[in-house]
């Protein structure tokens, strides 16, 4: 079950803390419930929150994942791929976008996105641009592949 953030949740907090940081996660959390451009959501299985996923809405047609995280015992079991259709299935966007780095370029890889680096964007710390763009007619993805710079 996924649903929709509108109030602070300790455990929600915990979650984006794998996202930002610890000094961080209240300041998030209180950003998406004040702004009507972002969205935080939650995925649970058994009543435990198992992910989050955050979005901006920046027009009608593309939306940018800001945050998503799952707990090291749920990853690798599709949760976070499963928060991405939601989002897709919820907003029809034409493109998503997201912003990552080496720890999660993979994933996003894998689900489709295309790959653009983005270099040192903080000191050791390569920045990688995600892209996915979604044609609802067919009900087709178009397929990711990793450009190096």
Avoid: W
């Amino acid at each position: 079950m996924i649903d929709k953030i509108n109030s602070m949740d300790t455990e929600i907090l915990k979650l984006l803390t794998l996202a930002t940081s610890e000094k961080n996660s209240e300041k998030t959390l209180e950003d998406y419930l004040g702004a009507s451009n972002k969205h935080l959501y939650v995925k649970r299985c058994n009543n435990v929150a198992v992910g989050c996923i955050g979005i901006n809405i920046s027009d009608g047609n593309s939306l940018t994942i800001t945050h998503i995280a799952v707990g090291k015992p749920y990853q690798r079991n599709r949760n976070a791929s499963e928060m991405i259709d939601f989002i897709k299935r919820v907003y029809k966007p034409s493109m998503i976008i997201a912003e990552t780095d080496n720890e999660a370029v993979g994933f996003y890889q894998k689900y489709g996105f295309k790959i653009n680096s983005l270099g040192e964007k903080y000191p050791n710390v390569e920045r990688f641009q995600c892209s996915l763009i979604i044609n609802h007619h067919k009900n087709d993805v178009s397929k990711g592949q990793t450009k190096k710079l």
